[in-house]
């Protein structure tokens, strides 16, 4: 899902621009590998705009345009797997004259158990196929992430079977707290994008730490899902 505020570059000078992209694989929201188009979707329904979607081609995906605090916004969400979701990326960020510095990636992250959550400002992929698709589309590594926590699989499972299983019913009920914190970090950046610049919250404990920063005017959102 992209998620921008400000239809056409030129406004960037003149509005305070919002701008959110989300990433993921088609067909698979219901799964772990799929928590960040969760997060995203969320996002919409609590925007109420999530009946809007519509296809463009230009991008390679649906996109919703509606105004947030007075400002335009664009949400994308693009058609292409994950491995090469940052084709889409990048289409957007031209089309909507988006600079790297304000894109935030949201996407799951086995290194944090379900129900951690944490905004990192840039840096390597760690491994992670969505974020790689990113970086090397886009030519730069500084784009913030919220990484949402899904844990690593038990026993011998295999990280591939895990990421691509959906969530237990007990674990669902945590699900749903980090959907909710999910959606407020979000919404907070989008009021107050320095003051979020390094933050984490574990939604079980409904416990949140803020660390000083300065973040980015502009943000733009971007759901990863893991591969």
């Known amino acids: 899902l992209l998620f921008l505020a400000g239809s056409i570059a030129k406004e960037e000078a003149r509005i305070g621009c919002q701008k959110k992209l989300g990433l993921g694989n088609p067909g698979m929201e219901r799964t772990r590998h799929s928590v960040g188009m969760a997060v ?3 996002l919409a329904d609590h925007l109420g705009v999530a009946n809007r979607w519509g296809g463009d081609r ?7 345009m509606t105004e947030v605090h007075g400002s335009p916004l664009v949400l994308l969400r693009p058609r292409r797997m994950m491995n090469i979701n940052g084709v889409c990326v990048a289409k957007a960020a031209a089309k909507y004259g988006i600079k790297p510095e304000n894109i935030l990636l949201v996407h799951d992250e086995l290194d944090k158990p379900l129900g951690k959550m944490s905004i990192k400002q840039g840096g390597s992929a760690r491994g992670h196929n969505g974020v790689r698709s990113c970086v090397e589309c886009l030519q730069t590594d500084v784009m913030p992430r919220l990484r949402v926590g899904i844990g690593r699989p038990a026993g011998r499972t295999s ?3 895990h990421v691509l299983t959906g969530f237990s019913s007990e674990e669902q009920n945590i699900v749903n ?8 970090l979000l919404l907070l950046q989008l009021e107050h994008p320095k003051a979020q610049q390094n933050s984490s919250c574990s939604p079980a404990k409904g416990r949140r730490t803020k660390r000083n ?3 980015p005017q ?4 971007l759901e990863v899902l893991l591969k």
Do not use: P, T, Y
């Open 40 to 42: 995203i979707s969320a």
């Open 58 to 64: 230009s991008v390679c995906g649906d996109v919703i």
């Open 159 to 161: 990280v591939e079977r």
């Open 177 to 184: 707290c980090v959907l909710v914190q999910s959606v407020e």
């Open 213 to 215: 920063g300065h973040g």
């Open 218 to 221: 502009n943000s733009l959102f």
